[in-house]
């Protein structure tokens, strides 16, 4: 039965005119990186309001960035795994339009993805919330913490959203403007938690689109969705691939 969904999956894909994919933590679980909200994930360990918001980084920069560098670490030893390759792959093959994230980890890319909009921010990119200088990683290691500008001593951050920041307006406006083109939205690994991402399936469906579903376990969108497909992302979205052609 599970067959039957991943063709009519695989159907779906190839005739959509604008598919698009929206991404969360549960695709790069098989990566080594944790969802940050599950049992043992980041935010059992951390109060989020103490170590990733905008208000922590200005009152102790240095706790922060410590938080910031275990983070760092996690990722930078993560590499794509098969979900990853698969999105990928179809974005190659003309299937996929753009893949539109919550994942802060740049796995996509890494995989070959090249239009990703990252809701959440990136930890490649950082700059100086003084004078705004732009700093890549090379840029953040050595030194103390927190991690200040050569320039002008200013703190470096992460071009990432912290919490009590909203998404910076560009990013919000490319990801709702391929929202409103798709005609299909694959659903991967995301529990349709996070507002404004969340948001975006129902968009595409409330103009007549479909929702495609890949989650282990039910979520607020599966009533909603069109195919729901339970499993992990890393095994389903290689098996719609091969589906695909
Ligand atoms: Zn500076």
Redesign the pocket.
Known sequence: MQRELIEDAAGRIAGARCAIALTGAGISVASGIPDFRSPGGLWSRYDPEEVASIRALKKDPEKVWKFLLETDRMISRARPNAAHDALARMEREGYLKAVITQNIDGLHQTAGSSRVIEFHGNCRDYY??????AFDRAGIEGGGLPVR??????I?RPDLVFFGETIPSDTHREAFQIAEEADLVIVAGTSGEVVPASLIPPLVKDAGGVIIEINKSPSAYSSVSDIFIQGSVERILPLIVQNLG
């Open positions: 100086c919330m003084e004078c705004f200088q500008c050569p320039g002008c001593s200013g470096i």
